[in-house]
């Protein structure tokens, strides 16, 4: 008579020494490059949070030309004792009319030369911008809330098309806000009515 159960256990075959082993040192061949990973992901999340950080405390910096002239030529000190010619009190005082917050990205050299929905050649030194629905021409106030800065942009295209963005803003417009090192960024519109 045979028993069923001992040919069951006997069926049933244990890993011998060599691959229990070899299992181990896969298992921790694995624990090691897991930790790797982290370290290095650790380390990156480092760096990119450094460099957001100073990207807060420190402004563009953008070489100008061929550096002859900038906004930057000119010591303030040397500028108080230049006459300035008084602003007539006759000119009308633009009013801005709050639009909101939303993304905004720039686009710069790869389009110059391009026609815009306005009809002009794109230039991306000029301060202008595209927006969807905003009639060709308007002028707009974009502020940039992590640093202030904010630069008022005429708008001569129709766009973007990308995501959640309201408006793609020059390369020299961009550059007014600190814009171009993070590419894109939250931003506050304001149209500004004559």
Known sequence: MRNNNSTTIADHH??????????????????????????????????LGAELLQDRT???????GDGRASVEAMPVAELEGLELEPIPANLPVPQESAMGAGDAS????????????????????????AHR??????????????????VVVRVNDRGPYHGNRVIDLSYAAAREIGLISSGTGR????????
Not at 58 to 64: A, E, F, G, N
Not at 106 to 114: F, H, M, Q, T, V
């Open 14 to 47: 244990l890993p011998s020494r060599r691959e229990r082993l070899r299992t181990f040192m896969r298992l921790k061949s694995q624990r090691r490059m897991a930790l790797l990973g982290t370290g290095v992901f650790a380390a990156l999340s480092l760096a």
């Open 58 to 64: 420190t402004p563009d910096i953008v070489k100008l």
């Open 106 to 129: 720039y686009y710069g050299d790869e389009l110059a030369g391009n026609r815009t929905a306005s009809g002009e050649v794109f230039d991306p030194q000029q301060l202008t911008a």
């Open 133 to 150: 629905t905003l009639p060709l021409g308007s002028e707009v106030r974009v502020t940039n809330p992590r640093n202030g800065e904010s």
């Open 187 to 194: 931003v506050n519109l304001a149209l500004l009515v004559s």
